[in-house]
Nanobody
């Protein structure tokens, strides 16, 4: 049974930092792109960042470029999201996901491409 478990969310003041982790189990995803998405109350889920299997290709939403960094540790089957200079508008539930369509595929911002999802972790940024 495949599971993606996010952790590291919480309450932080504007300007602060958090590091999210997403550990996968039940299957090895080292050869597949992984991504982070977020969903704020009353809004649709949106792309945040994605990373190729080798970390050679990375993509960010414009709203987080220069502040967030995605990385992965294939030996641990884990993807991370380092979030710096957090803003109140970053408040959302953050989800990690795996695009398991093609081995060695490029990361995509296209939400329906992702097959496996975590349960989400809440990030709240106070002003």
């Amino acid at each position: 049974q495949v599971q993606l478990v996010e952790s590291g969310g919480g309450l932080v003041q504007a300007g602060g930092s958090l590091r999210l982790s997403c550990a996968a189990s039940g299957r090895t995803f080292s050869m597949y792109p992984m991504g982070w998405f977020r969903q704020a109350p009353g809004k649709e889920r949106e792309f945040v960042a994605a990373i190729s299997w080798s970390a050679g290709s990375i993509s960010y939403a414009d709203s987080v470029k220069g502040r967030f960094t995605i990385s992965r540790d294939n030996a641990k089957n884990t993807v991370y999201l380092q979030m710096n200079s957090l803003k109140p508008e970053d408040t959302a539930v953050y989800y990690c996901a795996v695009d398991a369509r093609y081995k060695y595929g490029s990361p995509t911002t296209y939400l329906p491409a992702y097959d496996y999802w975590g349960q989400g972790t809440q990030v709240t940024v106070s002003s």
